[in-house]
């Protein structure tokens, strides 16, 4: 399974992202989708995830300012808004065919976000 995401970049605080990751490649049907992200200095963390039965998963502090959305059709997005500085980091898609609280077994190579003050 390879995982391409895209939609980071450069933007002002308070500004808004849509990443958005593509499923490819020949695999069983995936039970869950979502975005993990490493900011500097911290631990890889959950930001927000999705299963194939719509149930979604929000880090607590980013759950208001987030909203992720899953097609069916192996694509995956997430909408983040209000955006801080400390959101700054890397955004990574990962996707999985069990539904495990550490993250599924395939991992995209990552797309930076970088909010300026």
């Known amino acids: 399974v390879q995982l391409q995401a895209s939609g980071g970049g450069l933007v002002q605080a308070g500004g808004s992202l849509r990443l958005s990751c593509v499923a490819s490649?020949?695999?069983?049907?995936?039970?869950?989708m979502g975005w993990w992200r490493q900011v500097p200095g911290k631990q890889r963390e959950l930001v927000a995830d999705i299963n194939n039965r719509g149930v979604e998963r929000y880090k607590n502090s980013l759950k208001d300012r987030c909203a992720i959305s899953w097609d069916r059709s192996k694509t995956v997005y997430l909408q983040m808004n209000s955006l801080i500085p400390e959101d700054t980091g890397v955004y990574f898609c990962?996707?999985?065919?069990?539904?495990?609280?550490?993250?599924?077994?395939?991992w995209g190579r990552g797309t930076q976000v970088t909010v300026s003050s």
């Open positions: 990962n996707a999985g065919r069990e539904e495990i609280p550490t993250g599924g077994e395939y």
């Open positions: 490649g020949s695999f069983a049907p995936l039970k869950v």
